[in-house]
């Protein structure tokens, strides 16, 4: 499937700030960038070596304190869409190196203090199948509301309330999911069926031997998500970091299919 990606970010910045960006597709199996662009006026660019999955990072240094930034991309998703039931989990001591540390805790998803929940739900289940439980569980027991969590929800404080947007359905996968001692991630990506149009958030579980996303709002699959880059949670892949307050322009996420 090619999709089709236009972005606008437009901010101010504080004199002297810098601005860490992270909205490129990522060059990586699954997906092809067909071709991109990315118009930063007045500024400087240097892009940061790749840190595992972290490889599409640019500082940009503006010189009159506003960021206004157009990426533009044409990706071709080949990534199967493949049925996570007949996954099996990998015993803890196969697992590689660099996909250990998504079995701990980090700051948005606590997931030692989700061993009750795993107990009571999914304990009879294994893999694959019991990813899945967790996904049609998270989708199923949350309400999708914008502006119910901010930028310091956790996954505990979206179980206990019950409602969030795509990042705290991801978060609270992930929560389950390294909870029963399965590796999960925080992805963020483009969907074409992301409604409202905007950065999408999925976790993604290592099953199998690889990686595989899942998206328990239900509103991509792995074969109409371009990705863009995965850590612990959404703390390691913000679209846009600043030292100090950005003060906001305009956002605009356009994906579309070819």
Request: charged share 20%; with cysteine.
């Amino acid at each position: 499937m090619q999709l089709n990606i236009d972005v606008i970010l437009d901010f101010d910045l504080t004199q002297g700030d810098a601005a860490l960006l992270m909205i490129e597709a990522a060059k990586k199996d699954g997906q092809q960038i067909l071709g991109s662009t990315l118009d930063i006026r007045n500024a400087e660019l240097r892009k940061l070596n790749a840190v595992g999955p972290l490889d599409q990072r640019i500082w940009a240094l503006v010189s009159d304190n506003r960021l206004h930034t157009r990426y533009t991309a044409s990706v071709k998703v080949t990534r199967a869409n493949r049925a996570l039931e007949y996954l099996a989990a990998t015993p803890l001591d196969e697992l590689p190196g660099d996909v250990l540390p998504y079995l701990r805790p980090s700051r948005f998803c606590p997931s030692d203090m989700f061993a009750p929940v795993v107990s009571e739900n999914f304990a009879h289940l294994h893999g694959g199948a019991m990813i899945s439980a967790m996904r049609d569980w998270v989708g199923a027991a949350l309400s999708y509301v914008p502006g119910s969590s901010d930028a310091s929800t956790s996954a505990m404080e979206t179980y206990i309330s019950r409602e969030g947007v795509c990042r705290d359905y991801a978060h609270l996968v992930c929560s389950l999911a390294r909870a029963a001692s399965i590796p999960a991630r925080y992805v963020s990506g483009y969907g074409p069926d992301v409604t409202p149009q905007d950065f999408h958030a999925v976790a993604e579980v290592w099953l199998d031997g690889g990686w595989h996303l899942v998206d328990a709002t239900g509103m991509s699959t792995p074969d109409t998500l371009v990705v863009i880059g995965a850590g612990r949670d959404c703390g390691d892949v913000a679209f846009l970091e600043t030292q100090n307050d950005a003060q906001f322009r305009e956002l605009r996420v356009c994906v579309a299919r070819s």
